[in-house]
C-alpha cells in the first residue's frame, strides 16, 4: 500500500518569503501522480498543483512549485512571495495511474502561517 | 466554472439514527468518491463509485455506510446507525472524464454524532 509522510505538522513565513513544505511517499509503482492540496479554514479542498511521475519537468503554477526527486521518492511544495491568503492546511496526496478512478492517499497535512 | 455541491453543510444528529449525506457531482465526470476527515486529521478515502457500482472501497467502508445514484445527477452517502466516531467532515469528490486525473472537491458536510 502507498503511504505520504509530511514530517512538518507546522510551518510559518514571513508575508512575500519563500516557503518550502516537504513530502514523502512510499511506493512500488512507476505510474502515478502526486498532489498538492490547500485547505483553508473554511475546510475546502482546493487543488494548488499536480506532477505526473513520469515527467522529469517540476511543475509550476505561478507562484507555486514543486521539486519531484522520483528516486528519491520526494515532493515538496514551494511558495513564493507569500501570501496573508496562503496561510491553510497543506496536504500532499498520491493517486496511481495504473488503475483508473483510484483513491487519493493523503499524508498528515502542514499547517502554514503567513506572518505579516 | 462548475462546482460539487453538497448538503447539508451541517448535519447534526443522534447515535444510532440513520443519516444521508447529498452530493451533486459535475455533470459530465463519471468517478464519484467520498472522503471524511475527522478533526484534525488527515482526510480518508471511504468509496469510489463507477458505472453504477463500487469500484473501490476502504476498511473504513463497513456495512453501515451505503452509497447510491439515485437519479442523473444526485450522489449519496448512508450511515445506518451512526456512532459516535462517525462525527467527521464528509467529502464528495468527482474526477473529470477521460483521464480521471484531478479530482474536484466538494466544500463539505460537517456531522456531528451526539
Known amino acids: 500500500a502507498q503511504t505520504v509522510t509530511q514530517s512538518q505538522p507546522e510551518m510559518s513565513v514571513q508575508e512575500a518569503e519563500t516557503v518550502t513544505l516537504s513530502c514523502t511517499y512510499d511506493t512500488s509503482e512507476s505510474d502515478y501522480y502526486l498532489f498538492w492540496y490547500k485547505q483553508p479554514p473554511s475546510r475546502q479542498m482546493i487543488l494548488v498543483i499536480r506532477q505526473e511521475a513520469y515527467k522529469q519537468q517540476n511543475a509550476t503554477e505561478n507562484r507555486f512549485s514543486v521539486n519531484f526527486q522520483k528516486a528519491a521518492k520526494s515532493f515538496s511544495l514551494k511558495i513564493s512571495d507569500s501570501q496573508l491568503g496562503d496561510a491553510a492546511m497543506y496536504f500532499c496526496a498520491y493517486r496511481s495511474a495504473e488503475t483508473s478512478g483510484s483513491r487519493l492517499t493523503f499524508g498528515e497535512g502542514t499547517q502554514l502561517t503567513v506572518n505579516p | 466554472e462548475p462546482e460539487v455541491t453538497q448538503t447539508p453543510s451541517h448535519q447534526v444528529t443522534q447515535m444510532g439514527q440513520e443519516v444521508i449525506l447529498r452530493c451533486v457531482p459535475i455533470s459530465n465526470h463519471l468517478y464519484f468518491y467520498w472522503y471524511r476527515q475527522i478533526l484534525g486529521q488527515k482526510v480518508e478515502f471511504l468509496v469510489s463509485?463507477?458505472?453504477?457500482?463500487?469500484?473501490?472501497k476502504s476498511e473504513i467502508f463497513d456495512d453501515q455506510f451505503s452509497v447510491e445514484r439515485p437519479d442523473g445527477s444526485n450522489f449519496t452517502l448512508k450511515i445506518r446507525s451512526t456512532k459516535l466516531e462517525d462525527s467527521a467532515m464528509y467529502f464528495c469528490?468527482?474526477?473529470?472524464?477521460?483521464?480521471?486525473?484531478?479530482?474536484?472537491f466538494g466544500s463539505g458536510t460537517q456531522l456531528s454524532v451526539l
Open positions: 469528490a468527482s474526477s473529470e472524464p477521460i483521464t480521471h486525473e484531478k479530482l474536484f
Open positions: 463509485f463507477y458505472n453504477n457500482e463500487i469500484s473501490e
